[in-house]
């Protein structure tokens, strides 16, 4: 009798994980125009390939009005057979092939809260919200560098409390704006999945770009940016080869700008990037353009120039207000710069690079020590060592966007101002 119990306890389970494991790694991403339009991501078992999705105002009681929309879904193997750990520990060749599904929902309502779900071979989905973008004054939340790992869940954990921390800061965050290095192997589609069952994955949009650690699989066996391209369903709006990996958006009255360090060691790869930045800007005038990555601007130990080097003419040119960037793992703001000096707030380009939050991959410095290099240009600087949580709140109005940098109490490091350049 107990082993029958067992038996029919045993099914129910498997049953339960089955239906769960039919719809996921559902992420809301942003569109080209988040004002009135949003992409969403999932995927399902490769046996099922038309799923729907169904969007509506939050506060409708049912979802018998909603936006309605069939999607196909596409085989993808990207991440099929890759080598990597359990959440135990222990080494296994994950086993992924499932369909892919990118949509964008438009004729949405701005400045709107919205729910979504999704509903494939008679299961629906868990139910995620959005907020659209159009409101006069808005926030967001940026983070960075928690590089989640199965085995070590802690390390998503402290990213996702500091979301959390950062959403109790000031005006209310709408979105989230990740730098990069989200995963510790991109490669490894567990890694994505349950990183996606995290609340603040179900509550916000996101829009990010691709970290290096996003782009790998454990030992470096393939790198590719196919790995963060299937794990989301950002605009196609890109160049050769970055389809879905670089894009821009238009939230408000900011054009960002979202580029792939992979792709730009070379100098073929910089050029073609910077040629589309070029291009953007040029097509999408806008009072305020952000431009992010996920290489530092400047080494946080010492002040050594990095990637600013490679940028700083071009975004002088092109009156960028902000660049962003992480993976340095030690927090850096500068003041706003042009041709390499200090100018007047307005004037120039702020640069910021977040600090990590997993509380585990940080880096050590020693912040007293006189900076080597920049020590005119640089403004602020801030670790905690190995164990760094940080994230930051982004409010913007027409006025002026201010950066807080929050520690994981929710102290304030540091506030930037930033203004519309010309
Ligand atoms: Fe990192």
Redesign the pocket.
């Known amino acids: 009798m107990k082993k029958l119990f067992l038996i029919i306890a045993l099914a129910a389970l498997s049953g339960a994980a089955a239906a769960q494991e039919k719809i996921f790694s559902i992420t809301a991403c942003t569109s080209e125009s988040p004002e009135d339009s949003m992409n969403f991501s999932w995927a399902t078992d490769k046996a099922i390939t038309m799923a729907t999705i169904e969007v509506a105002p939050a506060r409708f009681k049912d979802w018998k009005k909603a936006i309605r929309d069939n999607v196909g879904g596409r085989y993808c193997n990207t991440y099929d057979s890759i080598y990597s750990k359990t959440a135990k520990g222990e080494n296994f060749y994950e086993d992924v092939k499932i369909s892919k599904y990118n949509a964008s929902v438009g004729k949405l309502k701005r400045d709107t809260e919205y729910k979504y779900r999704i509903i494939a071979d008679g299961d629906t989905s868990r139910v995620g919200h959005f907020r659209t973008a159009g409101a006069r004054e808005w926030s967001a939340c940026i983070i ?2 928690f ?1 989640a790992y199965l085995p070590l869940y802690a390390r998503t954990k402290a990213g996702m409390d500091m979301v959390r921390t950062v959403g109790k800061h000031g005006m209310p965050f709408s979105w989230v704006l990740h730098l ?2 989200i995963t510790a192997w991109g490669g490894s589609y567990s890694f994505w999945k349950n990183l996606y069952e995290e609340e603040p994955f179900k509550e916000y949009m996101w829009a990010g770009v691709n ?3 996003d782009n790998m699989t454990r030992n470096y066996s393939k790198c590719t940016n196919e790995f963060f391209r299937d794990a989301a369903a950002y605009p196609h709006n890109g160049y050769e080869g970055e389809m879905g990996v670089c894009y821009h958006f238009r939230y408000g009255d900011v054009l960002f700008i979202m580029l792939n360090n992979e792709n730009m060691k070379s100098e073929e790869g910089l050029q073609a990037a910077q040629a589309w930045v070029r291009k953007v800007v040029e097509e999408n005038p806008a009072p305020y353009k952000v431009v992010c990555e ?1 290489y530092q601007w400047f080494f946080g130990a010492d002040g050594k120039t990095s990637q600013y080097g490679r940028w700083s003419r071009l975004f002088d040119e092109l009156g960028i207000s902000l660049a962003l960037a ?2 340095n ?1 030690i927090y850096v703001s500068t003041h706003p710069l042009y041709r390499d000096e200090v100018v007047e707030p307005g004037k120039g380009t702020v640069y910021i690079q977040t600090p ?1 939050s997993d509380n585990e ?1 940080g880096v050590a410095c020693d912040l007293e020590k006189p900076l080597g290099h920049n020590a005119e240009k640089i403004k602020f600087r801030w670790t905690e060592g190995g164990q760094t949580v940080g994230g930051m709140h982004m409010q913007v109005s027409r006025k002026k966007m201010t950066l807080t940098l929050l520690d994981r109490n929710g102290k304030i490091l540091d506030v930037t101002e930033v203004f519309p350049t010309k």
């Open positions: 960075s560098d590089h990069g290095d970290g290096n650690h996920h992480g993976n793992h990590s991959r």
